[in-house]
């Protein structure tokens, strides 16, 4: 297959080009690096760097490139608390690309897209674990964004009669086996980049941000799956999607749910040393509990996880020690 992956020089982006080509893949990355890094981009996968608001230039490229079998699209601003401060950026970056990306996707006749959603469109969940069909409140204009962004792409595809394959992320974390790609940059707001951050010493402490919540320790719940599980699930969605022309919408997730507190100390186990850390007041716009419910994916897709979180932490840990050196 052709596939574009959009963000290919970001985290999980990376991760999917990097799968791709290892399963034999011809891919093209668009990314425009405003939170993407050249370090980030496969040498064998062509990179054009642009922004994808700028449809003329994204249509460019699609006629440059020729028959194009997929897009995965994960290009997008990702930060809760920085959504909560700059909700029109974030609506712009990540709702007006989509409707420009599917605007040069009708033009180059591209069929079929993979959508890298969020289980934040499920806001503050009545019952756990989530299921793809309950309600949808978001409680940050980051949810809101990605679940405009949702809308815009099953219209699209009922109205044109292409598939779109949309995935819900929940707790995104650990890296490539290799230990050339990953999260970069420092201050992350991700949980498991910043517990790692302090272990290094990059920061002075991890802070447990709000222990009041209606959990077991009173910190958040997340439900965390590795990176690579995550791609794996993407490659699969796309040839089920070309395979048997039907669009679907997944939750992405282990089934299994931690704490704030539960992450902390399974890195302090897993690295073999306490990590310095206090407890905070509460982030804006954070759920109590997310966990998934990803029946959907591994009965339609024929998908796993494998990772657990002490691979997560592994990973992340040597990636971050690497990047200090």
């Known amino acids: 297959m052709k596939v574009v992956v959009t963000g290919g020089a970001g985290y999980i982006g990376s991760h999917a080009v990097y799968a791709l080509i290892e399963k034999g893949h011809e891919v093209v990355i668009i990314d425009n690096l405003s939170r993407g890094y050249k370090a980030n981009i496969h040498p064998e996968a062509k990179f054009y760097e642009a922004d994808l608001r700028d449809v003329e230039v994204i249509k460019e490229i699609f006629d440059k490139e020729g028959k ?7 290009a997008g601003y990702i930060v809760v608390p920085e959504s909560v401060e700059k909700p029109l950026m974030y609506f712009n970056n990540n709702v007006y690309s989509v409707e420009k990306l599917l605007e040069a996707a009708d033009h180059a006749n591209i069929n079929n897209i993979v959508f890298s959603s969020t289980a934040a469109v499920y806001g503050e969940p009545k019952v756990v674990p989530i299921k793809e069909g309950d309600v949808k409140e978001p409680v940050n204009p980051y949810g809101e964004s990605k679940l405009a962004a949702e809308a815009l792409i099953r219209g699209w595809t009922k109205a044109r009669g292409k598939n779109h394959v949309i995935f819900r992320y929940f707790n995104v974390a650990g890296t490539h086996p290799s230990g050339k790609i990953g999260i ?11 517990v790692i951050e302090a272990a290094i010493g990059v920061r002075e402490k ?22 690579n599980d995550l791609v794996a699930a993407h490659i699969k969605g796309l040839e089920w999607s070309i395979e048997n022309k039907e669009s679907g919408i997944f939750n992405l997730g282990s089934g299994s749910g931690y704490s704030v507190l539960e992450v902390l100390e399974a890195a302090n186990n897993t690295l ?22 990803v029946s959907n994916a591994a009965q339609t897709l024929k998908w796993k996880t494998e990772q657990p979180l002490e691979v997560m932490i592994k990973t992340e840990y040597e990636f971050r020690k690497k990047l200090e050196k």
């Open 68 to 74: 194009i079998d997929g897009i995965m699209h994960f």
């Open 184 to 194: 970069r940059g420092r201050g992350l707001t991700h949980l498991l980049p910043s």
């Open 206 to 227: 991890f802070v447990a941000m709000g222990t009041d919540y209606p959990t077991k320790d009173g910190s958040c719940v997340r439900d965390f799956i590795h990176v």
């Open 272 to 293: 073999g040393f306490k990590i310095p850390s206090e407890l905070g007041d509460r982030r804006a716009g954070d759920p109590a509990k997310l966990l998934a419910d």
